[in-house]
């Protein structure tokens, strides 16, 4: 019912890519309301191991589901592929699962992987190096379809302003990319989705513009850790956070429909939301110094890997942070943690230099009355892997 390949899943899911057609040709199938349920129910299946299941719906669709196993890495892992078969005929994007995933909390995701000039391929790089739970990338150039989306918001990407194509899958929820994200938020309560985008740089631009949808700070702030960890990787790189710099407005990702739903948005087509739990993530990227080629790639790799932490200890990352308390925050002076094991205490300031460290016990209480106001990314880690991070405030 599926067919087996193996060798490396990098090399196999690049020559999608290269074959994902431009901007012109209507390429691009607008999927019925039945398309949407039935690929609902297709993809819950390949999240139960339904497989038979699976592949009974997907050739309805020219589809095929591909059991991929790497043979490059060092555990020859596996995944489920969900690819259209050639020649194709719906363009609806290429879905890969991984049967065992490292970070299962991490959903990898590139809407434009043509248009963000090698946000695909970034996004395949980050993907087989993290093993997250899932990746997701688009069918088409977001420009490829003459139809407009119905939802609300506007672009110059496909010439003039205007509003944006049905085949824009950041900006259309009438799309299977939307669906897979649905069924994938509905089904991992604890997933977090990162969106890799590119932009041309102006004169007053940062490097990177981030934002999670929002203009508000959620409980785990993965925006902020993100820039932390680019920051110390990179300390050239420039910034500029949604929710913090709450003047800046360009490419800010509110109408992007993803984001809308997965941030509890009443309508994801027409309504931006207005909270946000923290587990949408849009990444804006200049060309020269994350996306052109294999090295700023291992940029984005590094700084999602010390983000999200790998299970391989058999805990999970929902379960760590859940038996790690740092309180209170925002703090004056005293720092109160309580951790399950003896750790090694971390805490870096805004430009990335640490500040202060400590080996801590079980519970501890520590005076950081010497440090300023400010932001600090705070780091739990034992015998040299992170078990939680953090965003610390320091008052007055």
């Known amino acids: 019912f599926s067919q087996d390949t193996r060798g490396n899943i990098e090399i196999y899911l690049n020559s999608i890519v290269d074959d994902i057609p431009g901007r012109n040709g209507n390429d691009f199938f607008i999927p019925t309301s039945s398309d949407l349920n039935n690929w609902n129910t297709m993809l819950t299946n390949i999240l139960n191991n339904e497989i038979e299941s699976a592949n009974n719906l997907s050739s309805t669709y020219n589809y095929q589901i591909t059991i991929f196993l790497d043979t490059t890495l060092s555990a020859n892992n596996r995944f489920y ?200 993530v849009h990444i804006e990227q200049e060309k020269s110094k994350l996306r052109e080629d294999t090295e700023g790639w291992n940029k984005m790799y590094l700084a999602l890997k010390n983000v999200f932490v790998s299970n391989t200890t058999g805990i999970s990352p929902i379960k760590k942070q859940e038996q790690i308390k740092i309180y209170p925050n925002p703090f004056t002076n005293i720092l109160n943690i309580k951790n399950h094991i003896p750790t090694d205490l971390r805490i870096y300031n805004s430009q990335g230099s640490l500040v202060f460290s400590k080996r801590i016990d079980l519970e501890e209480r520590i005076n950081l009355n010497f440090l300023k106001q400010g932001i600090y990314l705070f780091t739990i880690s034992s015998k040299g892997k992170i078990l939680h991070t953090e965003k610390i405030i320091k008052k007055i």
Request: net charge neutral; aromatic share 12%; hydrophobic share 30%.
């Open 81 to 280: 592929i969900l690819e259209e078969k050639k020649p194709q005929s719906k363009y609806w994007g290429t879905y890969v699962i991984s049967i065992d995933p490292l970070r299962e909390k991490l959903v990898i995701q590139a809407p434009h992987p043509i248009y963000d000039i090698n946000t695909g391929l970034q996004a395949i790089y980050c993907f087989k190096r993290l093993i997250p739970r899932a990746l997701f990338i688009s069918g088409t150039h977001r420009c490829n379809h003459s139809q407009n989306s119905e939802c609300s918001g506007s672009t110059s990407a496909c010439g003039t302003l205007g509003p944006y194509k049905v085949s824009d899958n950041a900006h259309n929820t009438n799309s299977i990319f939307q669906e897979s994200t649905q069924v994938l938020f509905d089904t991992y309560d604890n997933s977090v989705f990162v969106q890799l985008h590119g932009f041309g740089k102006r004169t007053n631009d940062p490097y990177l513009i981030m934002s999670n949808g929002t203009r508000v700070t959620p409980t785990v702030d993965y925006i902020s850790l993100i820039e932390q960890e680019l920051f110390k990787i990179d300390p050239t790189l420039t910034f500029k956070l949604a929710h913090i710099n709450q003047d800046w407005s360009r490419l800010i990702a509110f109408t992007n429909t993803q984001g809308r739903f997965i941030n509890n948005s009443t309508d994801a087509c027409y309504q931006n939301a207005t909270n946000s739990e923290g587990r949408f």
